[in-house]
């Protein structure tokens, strides 16, 4: 995004704290065997941003590149019923149109079934409702099912991949 609109939303500063992250590029998705997308949730679907990044992928849907990767999607809003699971189970769609293999957080993982506590986390994906100003942040039963995804998609990627 542009500086400006960065600024305006109050991202700016975001942007600063990850200058050293590498910048993702569409190709690139043809050389992993597994990927894990995140994005936050706009009305329920996946920020502009991230459509347009996956709209790039239009050369690698024509290779069929990603046919066969294991794909997961993790999310974040900024409030209770911010359409996690919408947002989730929206952007498989694109990972079905690419081939890809979708994989979820199974209930082997307990803490999705958690009742002691407001909580992130769900079969299609690790989720999360954080705010903006931090007073909001994952809290370790959802940072805990993020880790199960990771570790349960790589299983998965490297079962396939031998």
Same mark, same amino acid.
């Given at each position: 995004?542009? @500086?400006?609109?960065?600024? !305006? +939303?109050?991202?700016?500063?975001?942007?600063?704290?990850?200058? @050293?992250?590498? %910048?993702? !590029?569409?190709? !690139? *998705?043809?050389? /992993?065997?597994?990927?894990?997308?995140?994005?936050?949730?706009?009305?329920?679907?996946?920020?502009?941003?991230?459509?347009? &990044? *996956?709209?790039?992928?239009?050369?690698?849907?024509?290779?069929? /590149?990603? %046919?066969?990767? %294991?794909? $997961?999607? &993790?999310? +974040? #809003?900024?409030?209770?019923?911010?359409?996690?699971? =919408? #947002?989730? =189970? $929206?952007?498989?769609?694109?990972?079905?149109?690419?081939?890809?293999?979708?994989?979820?957080?199974?209930? +082997?993982?307990?803490?999705?079934?958690?009742?002691?506590?407001?909580?992130?986390? #769900?079969?299609?994906?690790?989720?999360?409702? $954080?705010? /903006? @100003?931090?007073?909001?942040?994952?809290?370790?039963?959802? *940072?805990?099912?993020?880790? &199960?995804?990771?570790?349960?998609?790589?299983?998965? /990627?490297?079962?396939?991949?031998?």
């Amino acid at each position: 995004m542009p @500086d400006d609109k960065l600024e !305006k +939303s109050g991202a700016k500063a975001a942007r600063a704290a990850f200058a @050293d992250v590498p %910048v993702a !590029k569409p190709e !690139k *998705l043809a050389e /992993a065997d597994a990927i894990i997308f995140g994005t936050p949730t706009r009305f329920g679907n996946m920020c502009a941003q991230m459509r347009n &990044f *996956l709209d790039q992928t239009g050369g690698l849907w024509m290779n069929g /590149a990603l %046919v066969g990767k %294991v794909g $997961s999607v &993790f999310t +974040s #809003t900024a409030s209770q019923h911010g359409g996690q699971e =919408t #947002t989730i =189970t $929206s952007f498989h769609s694109t990972l079905l149109h690419q081939g890809m293999i979708i994989v979820g957080v199974p209930y +082997s993982e307990p803490r999705l079934v958690a009742m002691t506590e407001i909580t992130g986390g #769900t079969r299609w994906g690790g989720c999360t409702r $954080s705010t /903006a @100003d931090g007073s909001r942040l994952p809290t370790e039963n959802e *940072l805990a099912i993020a880790r &199960f995804q990771g570790r349960h998609v790589a299983e998965i /990627a490297v079962r396939l991949t031998r």
